[in-house]
């Protein structure tokens, strides 16, 4: 009994212990972002003179309404370009990253190119062509450039959500496609009605993992996109952050800009909470898919 009650007590020890280190990690990792929203709120003057600070100082929303007004038009079409990618480019993305899956996920005897196919995704994991390459290939080749595609395709296949979809789909039982097979069944009937429902919850998180990349990424509209009507918003965000001159290119400021002083640390700040907003918001619902959709498609790989 006492032995019992040592294990117990040892064992409230290691989970206190763990709670501990998970809550330090999560503050660390919280911290940048509450720091970001505080100095965006914060006046600019204050910022200049003082830093940075976990509380706002002299808090005004002018930052927001600088953006708005003089960069709101612009800001609100980079929202919907990024909704679009991430909408498009998801469904487009995890259908083929699915049906790649699912036919290398087939027995030698079923489909005889299935380990062909598997070595082919896994050898891209290891050897590139290189950045000068893809790009030519984009762009002379396939004429992705200062288009709509050129944000959503290169991304289509994600080697290693394709291997968590494989893992997922070799777990279906053998029983259930065979059994769907002898009742006349098609191998699309099989994957739509059999595989899929069964790999849900891999599906799942792929889903989410595809559509947090496309919402973060700004590397194809940096390589493939020139006009300012295509910009995402994460592209938005790296310009000002590149140059904050790129919001302050407006008519209108030009007779004020003696008395005023032009928000350059808050705008940038404002603008990191503009694109984070949506995933800070969106997260919580999806984060149980994160863990067990990998966790399932680690283990019975």
Same mark, same amino acid.
């Given at each position: 009994?006492?032995?019992?009650?040592?294990?117990?007590?040892?064992?409230?020890?290691?989970? #206190?212990?763990?709670? =501990?280190?998970?809550?330090? /990690?999560? *503050?660390?990792?919280?911290?940048? @972002?509450?720091?970001? !929203?505080? %100095?965006?709120?914060?006046?600019?003057?204050?910022?200049?003179?003082?830093?940075?600070?976990?509380?706002?100082?002299?808090?005004?929303?002018?930052?927001?309404?600088?953006?708005?007004?003089?960069?709101?038009?612009?800001?609100?079409?980079?929202?919907?370009?990024?909704?679009?990618?991430?909408?498009?480019?998801?469904?487009?993305?995890?259908?083929?990253?699915?049906?790649?899956?699912?036919?290398?996920?087939?027995?030698?005897?079923?489909?005889?190119?299935?380990?062909?196919?598997?070595?082919?995704?896994?050898?891209?994991?290891?050897?590139?062509?290189?950045?000068?390459?893809?790009?030519?290939?984009?762009?002379?080749?396939?004429?992705?450039?200062?288009? #709509?595609?050129?944000? =959503?395709?290169?991304?289509? /296949?994600? *080697?290693?959500?394709?291997?968590? @979809?494989?893992?997922? !789909?070799? %777990?279906?039982?053998?029983?259930?496609?065979?059994?769907?097979?002898?009742?006349?069944?098609?191998?699309?009937?099989?994957?739509?009605?059999?595989?899929?429902?069964?790999?849900?919850?891999?599906?799942?998180?792929?889903?989410?993992?595809?559509?947090?990349?496309?919402?973060?990424?700004?590397?194809?509209?940096?390589?493939?996109?020139?006009?300012?009507?295509?910009?995402?918003?994460?592209?938005?965000?790296?310009?000002?952050?590149?140059?904050?001159?790129?919001?302050?290119?407006?008519?209108?400021?030009?007779?004020?800009?003696?008395?005023?002083?032009?928000?350059?640390?808050?705008?940038?700040?404002?603008?990191?909470?503009?694109?984070?907003?949506?995933?800070?918001?969106?997260?919580?619902?999806?984060?149980?898919?994160? *863990?067990?959709?990998?966790?399932?498609?680690?283990?019975?790989?």
């Amino acid at each position: 009994m006492k032995k019992q009650q040592e294990t117990q007590s040892r064992k409230t020890k290691e989970s #206190i212990l763990c709670y =501990i280190i998970v809550g330090i /990690m999560a *503050v660390s990792c919280f911290l940048p @972002l509450w720091i970001a !929203f505080v %100095a965006s709120i914060s006046d600019e003057t204050a910022i200049v003179s003082y830093g940075f600070s976990l509380l706002p100082r002299k808090p005004t929303l002018e930052t927001y309404r600088f953006i708005m007004e003089n960069k709101g038009t612009m800001l609100l079409r980079a929202y919907g370009i990024s909704f679009l990618c991430v909408i498009i480019g998801t469904i487009y993305s995890v259908a083929v990253m699915s049906l790649f899956a699912y036919a290398t996920a087939q027995k030698k005897e079923n489909f005889r190119f299935a380990n062909i196919l598997s070595f082919f995704a896994w050898f891209t994991m290891i050897f590139s062509g290189g950045l000068l390459p893809w790009y030519i290939l984009c762009t002379k080749y396939y004429g992705l450039q200062n288009n #709509i595609w050129a944000l =959503i395709l290169p991304f289509g /296949m994600n *080697v290693f959500y394709m291997f968590v @979809l494989k893992s997922n !789909f070799k %777990a279906v039982p053998e029983e259930l496609v065979e059994a769907a097979k002898i009742d006349g069944a098609s191998d699309a009937r099989v994957f739509f009605s059999v595989a899929l429902p069964l790999a849900k919850v891999g599906l799942v998180s792929v889903i989410l993992f595809m559509a947090l990349q496309y919402w973060n990424d700004f590397y194809l509209s940096l390589y493939l996109i020139t006009k300012t009507d295509l910009y995402t918003l994460q592209k938005l965000l790296y310009n000002m952050m590149a140059n904050i001159s790129a919001l302050l290119t407006n008519s209108s400021l030009q007779s004020a800009k003696d008395h005023i002083v032009l928000p350059s640390n808050t705008a940038r700040m404002a603008m990191t909470v503009f694109t984070v907003l949506p995933v800070l918001v969106f997260y919580p619902f999806a984060q149980k898919y994160f *863990v067990k959709g990998i966790t399932v498609g680690a283990v019975k790989g």
